[in-house]
């Protein structure tokens, strides 16, 4: 079994920072790509920003310029450092990687819980 775990979220002011922290755990043998996604209620999940093992990213277009997405491979961890939130961000964000464990030999989406990101205005 593999479990992720967010951090990070909170309350912040439009024009704030707030960085998130995903942490992967159980048995893994490996971690691919990494990303995150968000939601608000009543819409679909969407992207914000994915990272491979290798580092090559790949973001919203909303988010480019502002957001930034990271790894420690050594730590099966990704970051995503948000800047100049806006209002309309204010959702639940979810981290999300493709594992392989010790029980499988291809690559499964895991899916962590949440963290709400509140921009307040």
């Known amino acids: 079994q593999v479990q992720l775990v967010e951090s990070g979220g909170g309350l912040v002011q439009v024009g704030g920072s707030l960085r998130l922290s995903c942490t992967a755990s159980g048995s893994i043998v490996t971690v691919n790509t990494m990303g995150w996604y968000r939601q608000v209620p009543g819409k679909k999940r969407e992207l914000v920003a994915i990272i491979t093992s290798g580092g090559s990213t790949n973001y919203a277009d909303s988010v480019k310029g502002r957001f930034t997405i990271s790894r420690d491979n050594a730590k099966n961890t990704v970051y995503l450092q948000m800047n100049s939130l806006k209002p309309e961000e204010t959702a639940v964000y979810y981290c999300?990687?493709?594992?392989?464990?010790?029980?499988?030999?291809?690559?499964?989406?895991?899916w962590g819980k949440g963290t709400l990101v509140t921009v307040s205005s």
């Open positions: 999300t990687a493709r594992v392989i464990t010790i029980t499988t030999t291809y690559g499964m989406d895991y």
